[in-house]
């Protein structure tokens, strides 16, 4: 036996009481109420159908978490619904850890999956790697670059993963091959066909997907050799002309000529104890799990933070190791999945930013991407590193399935295998299939899902439009979005790009559910990518005094400005609305909006400044998309006063803090309005929203996640990169805090927990359990 001990520190149980002086200097803030009052889709009150606990007990805490003015409970800085706040503040501040046994899987897996795969030693599984399958992992799938060829089509008709090449049919993707002098070197999509020149000047140069471009890419003439042929120190010292739509689109190599190997981006990087193939984790000996974060017997002396245990015991006559950590709830069991609903997704990719939020330089220094569906990973990388993780389903508060819809949705038909003729085309279909087959995955190898129906089950669903097209075998369980629509006005797919509509999706397999419930559901931040000039200039702190322009939008205003989105319907016609109010830019016609004003900026010029403009207007218009635009999160970390205007949709966190704190809701219909609402506002009123503002900005940030990451590099390099320097001096909860809270809450106060006949040790001081 061997053990650790590490310090548990109580928090005391003190009761908030509201400074009284504070209190007379405020009260004239909500003397005059706040324009508009709160909306129809938005009621407030002081109770929560999600509060079900003893009235002793709530009363206890509402006598000592008095409201704010505004109606909010304050907690860590942010001003929460009340019962939640309250319950957070006089409850989970003073929880301790309890003892939890972990047990660590010592389960062997058949011919060590054949050097293709790693093994879960939980259950004795091989997960193989992209291209094999069987039970150890023998088998050489023969997965197509290229779909049926024909006399006309030579090549099949086109998809991302078409190649003129040597195809490597354990991933689908396109290289040199054989025969010429850098056979791995990529020869992705474009690269390997002939170009078609432009009909007239200003047309765009098309690609003739019948005929292969020897010349340029396959030639290997001494004096100009093609793509494959070129040696990187002639091709960066000559004048050789390289075929432009030749270049590193696959993950792990950097330089012109893909000469560099560099890190691949991988769950956690493997979490330093394996080899990360393109996106999926080959395990080091005596660790096993998607980012090799669960070590086995072998290791006891190198345990990851998330598992610092303080008792550990090997049975002699079991594989298994059992573990005493200490540990606070709530506690979160990540089922590990077949690679085909995570790691295969990124180990195939055939653009290396996509799926993905960072990728690495010739250097290996950080690269973070543009990736709008980043959070995904970000989320599911902190779970798995925090301390909030169990092993132990039976201990287990809540339970994540981590699909990537992320990747499902945006490499939908980029190869044959992953074909979406059967969906009709909608790449909604297939994400639905996607979580459906998880759910018929974990039903039938775990016994958890029927303890409660699914209901303690999270599924993340980062498109645009959330979890619309969401299986009903899993709709009982949590949902994470982006954009919770409630369907109370938006009835329909509002997104105006065909492919991701899921009006078609059959009763049968979607149900007739909302997109969003309230109830049950949360609404995370998209994510950002980390920006250390904002955080070192701190733009969410600038004053009032140098906040000159009253509202502020730049973004895409649909068919009638240059470059626009041709569709009506995109953001269901609000920015269109917003735009013939309020336009600072002419349309297409020449004409401004019919009320411009030269302190309202609502254009479609993208400014290199966008940031440093936002941070210099009061108020910032938070406007859809195609479903979530990011305006809110890009509003926040500007230090601006959101105003939101799309009825029925639930912004981040809107179902636990209160957002009468720190925002401003506009009905659709009030668009033409929009100045003079504004101009109610007196200076006392700003100036506390802008004040709730910076208080809470950084939930809107995936800190954690940096953080990890910024800790990675620092094992690498001896100095912090400028994103790693500036968010290391941030300390404020981020969006994993809030989302940990936000559980711990729902934990000990959802109704249904009641019916659970479950008896674990809470960690909470009496009076609140």
Same mark, same amino acid.
């Given at each position: 036996?061997?053990?650790?001990?590490?310090?548990?520190?109580?928090?005391?149980?003190?009761?908030?009481?509201?400074?009284?002086?504070?209190?007379?200097?405020?009260?004239?803030?909500?003397?005059?109420?706040?324009?508009?009052?709160?909306?129809?889709?938005?009621?407030?009150?002081?109770?929560?159908?999600?509060?079900?606990?003893?009235?002793?007990?709530?009363?206890?805490?509402?006598?000592?978490?008095?409201?704010?003015?505004?109606?909010?409970?304050?907690?860590?800085?942010?001003?929460?619904?009340?019962?939640?706040?309250?319950?957070?503040?006089?409850?989970?501040?003073?929880?301790?850890?309890?003892?939890?046994?972990?047990?660590?899987?010592?389960?062997?897996?058949?011919?060590?999956?054949?050097?293709?795969?790693?093994?879960?030693?939980?259950?004795?599984?091989?997960?193989?790697?992209?291209?094999?399958?069987?039970?150890?992992?023998?088998?050489?799938?023969?997965?197509?670059?290229?779909?049926?060829?024909?006399?006309?089509?030579?090549?099949?008709?086109?998809?991302?993963?078409?190649?003129?090449?040597?195809?490597?049919?354990?991933?689908?993707?396109?290289?040199?091959?054989?025969?010429?002098?850098?056979?791995?070197?990529?020869?992705?999509?474009?690269?390997?066909?002939?170009?078609?020149?432009?009909?007239?000047?200003?047309?765009?140069?098309?690609?003739?997907?019948?005929?292969?471009?020897?010349?340029?890419?396959?030639?290997?003439?001494?004096?100009?050799?093609?793509?494959?042929?070129?040696?990187?120190?002639?091709?960066?010292?000559?004048?050789?002309?390289?075929?432009?739509?030749?270049?590193?689109?696959?993950?792990?190599?950097?330089?012109?000529?893909?000469?560099?190997?560099?890190?691949?981006?991988?769950?956690?990087?493997?979490?330093?104890?394996?080899?990360?193939?393109?996106?999926?984790?080959?395990?080091?000996?005596?660790?096993?799990?998607?980012?090799?974060?669960?070590?086995?017997?072998?290791?006891?002396?190198?345990?990851?933070?998330?598992?610092?245990?303080?008792?550990?015991?090997?049975?002699?006559?079991?594989?298994?190791?059992?573990?005493?950590?200490?540990?606070?709830?709530?506690?979160?069991?990540?089922?590990?999945?077949?690679?085909?609903?995570?790691?295969?997704?990124?180990?195939?990719?055939?653009?290396?930013?996509?799926?993905?939020?960072?990728?690495?330089?010739?250097?290996?220094?950080?690269?973070?991407?543009?990736?709008?569906?980043?959070?995904?990973?970000?989320?599911?990388?902190?779970?798995?590193?925090?301390?909030?993780?169990?092993?132990?389903?039976?201990?287990?508060?809540?339970?994540?399935?981590?699909?990537?819809?992320?990747?499902?949705?945006?490499?939908?038909?980029?190869?044959?295998?992953?074909?979406?003729?059967?969906?009709?085309?909608?790449?909604?279909?297939?994400?639905?299939?996607?979580?459906?087959?998880?759910?018929?995955?974990?039903?039938?190898?775990?016994?958890?899902?029927?303890?409660?129906?699914?209901?303690?089950?999270?599924?993340?669903?980062?498109?645009?439009?959330?979890?619309?097209?969401?299986?009903?075998?899993?709709?009982?369980?949590?949902?994470?979005?982006?954009?919770?629509?409630?369907?109370?006005?938006?009835?329909?797919?509002?997104?105006?790009?065909?492919?991701?509509?899921?009006?078609?999706?059959?009763?049968?397999?979607?149900?007739?559910?909302?997109?969003?419930?309230?109830?049950?559901?949360?609404?995370?931040?998209?994510?950002?990518?980390?920006?250390?000039?904002?955080?070192?200039?701190?733009?969410?702190?600038?004053?009032?005094?140098?906040?000159?322009?009253?509202?502020?939008?730049?973004?895409?205003?649909?068919?009638?400005?240059?470059?626009?989105?041709?569709?009506?319907?995109?953001?269901?016609?609000?920015?269109?609305?917003?735009?013939?109010?309020?336009?600072?830019?002419?349309?297409?016609?020449?004409?401004?909006?019919?009320?411009?004003?030269?302190?309202?900026?609502?254009?479609?010029?993208?400014?290199?400044?966008?940031?440093?403009?936002?941070?210099?207007?009061?108020?910032?218009?938070?406007?859809?998309?195609?479903?979530?635009?990011?305006?809110?999160?890009?509003?926040?970390?500007?230090?601006?006063?959101?105003?939101?205007?799309?009825?029925?949709?639930?912004?981040?966190?809107?179902?636990?803090? #209160?957002?009468? !704190?720190?925002?401003? @809701?506009? /009905?659709?219909? *009030?668009?033409?309005? =929009?100045?003079?609402?504004? $101009? %109610?506002?007196?200076?006392?009123?700003?100036?506390?929203?802008?004040? #709730?503002?910076? !208080?809470?900005?950084? @939930?809107? /940030?995936?800190? *954690?996640?940096?953080? =990890?990451?910024?800790?990675? $590099? %620092?094992?690498?390099?001896?100095?912090?990169?400028?994103?790693?320097?500036?968010?290391?001096?941030?300390?404020?909860?981020?969006?994993?805090?809030?989302?940990?809270?936000?559980?711990?809450?729902?934990?000990?106060?959802?109704?249904?927990?009641?019916?659970?006949?479950?008896?674990?040790?809470?960690?909470?001081?009496?009076?609140?359990?």
């Amino acid at each position: 036996m061997q053990s650790w001990r590490s310090c548990a520190c109580s928090w005391p149980f003190g009761a908030a009481v509201i400074s009284l002086a504070v209190s007379i200097a405020l009260i004239h803030l909500f003397l005059t109420p706040l324009f508009p009052s709160p909306l129809d889709f938005f009621q407030q009150s002081d109770s929560n159908p999600l509060l079900d606990a003893n009235s002793s007990v709530v009363s206890t805490l509402k006598a000592q978490f008095q409201s704010n003015l505004d109606g909010s409970v304050t907690y860590h800085g942010a001003p929460w619904k009340p019962e939640i706040g309250r319950w957070l503040a006089g409850c989970s501040s003073n929880s301790t850890p309890v003892d939890i046994v972990e047990v660590l899987g010592g389960r062997k897996c058949k011919n060590n999956c054949s050097g293709q795969g790693i093994c879960n030693q939980d259950l004795g599984v091989c997960r193989c790697f992209h291209g094999y399958a069987g039970k150890s992992c023998e088998v050489v799938l023969q997965l197509e670059c290229n779909k049926p060829t024909s006399k006309d089509r030579p090549f099949g008709e086109w998809l991302v993963s078409i190649c003129a090449g040597h195809c490597d049919k354990t991933r689908a993707m396109c290289f040199c091959g054989n025969g010429t002098k850098y056979p791995n070197r990529p020869v992705a999509e474009y690269c390997g066909f002939q170009t078609i020149p432009p009909a007239k000047p200003g047309d765009p140069e098309l690609t003739d997907w019948t005929k292969v471009d020897f010349d340029n890419v396959f030639s290997s003439n001494s004096s100009n050799p093609g793509w494959c042929n070129v040696d990187p120190r002639d091709g960066y010292s000559s004048q050789l002309k390289i075929k432009e739509n030749c270049h590193c689109k696959y993950d792990c190599t950097w330089g012109r000529f893909c000469e560099i190997p560099t890190i691949c981006s991988c769950l956690n990087q493997c979490s330093g104890h394996g080899h990360c193939r393109g996106g999926f984790c080959q395990c080091d000996s005596g660790y096993y799990g998607i980012d090799c974060s669960i070590p086995t017997a072998s290791v006891l002396q190198k345990w990851p933070a998330w598992l610092r245990p303080s008792i550990v015991e090997v049975a002699h006559n079991s594989p298994n190791v059992e573990i005493v950590v200490r540990k606070k709830r709530p506690l979160i069991y990540v089922y590990d999945l077949p690679p085909e609903f995570n790691s295969h997704l990124l180990e195939g990719r055939h653009y290396r930013m996509e799926c993905v939020n960072r990728i690495y330089s010739g250097d290996n220094k950080t690269i973070w991407t543009e990736h709008l569906y980043g959070a995904q990973m970000a989320l599911f990388e902190s779970i798995l590193a925090s301390p909030h993780r169990t092993l132990n389903g039976e201990e287990a508060d809540f339970f994540y399935v981590p699909v990537f819809d992320q990747c499902i949705i945006t490499r939908a038909d980029d190869a044959p295998h992953l074909a979406n003729q059967e969906h009709e085309f909608r790449r909604t279909f297939m994400a639905l299939d996607y979580y459906k087959k998880a759910y018929d995955h974990i039903v039938e190898q775990y016994p958890y899902w029927n303890r409660s129906s699914g209901k303690d089950h999270i599924w993340f669903f980062s498109w645009d439009e959330g979890a619309c097209f969401a299986p009903k075998e899993i709709w009982n369980s949590m949902m994470l979005v982006h954009w919770g629509n409630t369907n109370t006005k938006h009835k329909h797919s509002t997104t105006a790009y065909i492919p991701d509509n899921w009006d078609p999706i059959p009763s049968e397999r979607r149900g007739d559910h909302p997109c969003f419930d309230p109830q049950k559901d949360i609404v995370l931040p998209a994510w950002k990518v980390p920006n250390p000039g904002a955080v070192w200039l701190k733009l969410w702190a600038r004053p009032r005094k140098e906040r000159m322009t009253l509202f502020y939008f730049n973004g895409n205003l649909g068919p009638a400005y240059e470059n626009g989105r041709p569709e009506d319907t995109y953001s269901m016609g609000l920015r269109q609305k917003l735009a013939d109010e309020f336009g600072s830019s002419p349309n297409k016609e020449g004409k401004l909006g019919k009320q411009h004003t030269p302190n309202v900026i609502v254009t479609p010029l993208k400014s290199p400044k966008y940031y440093e403009e936002m941070a210099s207007s009061l108020f910032c218009g938070v406007l859809p998309g195609d479903g979530w635009s990011g305006r809110m999160e890009d509003s926040m970390l500007s230090g601006c006063i959101p105003v939101i205007i799309q009825d029925g949709i639930f912004l981040p966190y809107e179902n636990v803090l #209160n957002y009468e !704190s720190f925002a401003v @809701r506009i /009905l659709e219909d *009030d668009i033409p309005n =929009l100045v003079s609402i504004l $101009q %109610r506002y007196n200076e006392t009123e700003i100036e506390h929203m802008l004040s #709730n503002v910076r !208080s809470i900005w950084q @939930r809107f /940030l995936y800190r *954690d996640s940096i953080l =990890l990451e910024a800790t990675r $590099q %620092r094992e690498l390099f001896s100095k912090d990169d400028a994103w790693a320097v500036e968010f290391s001096k941030l300390s404020e909860d981020d969006v994993f805090a809030t989302f940990i809270q936000v559980l711990h809450y729902k934990l000990h106060n959802d109704p249904w927990r009641r019916t659970l006949l479950r008896q674990h040790k809470a960690g909470l001081p009496k009076a609140c359990t």
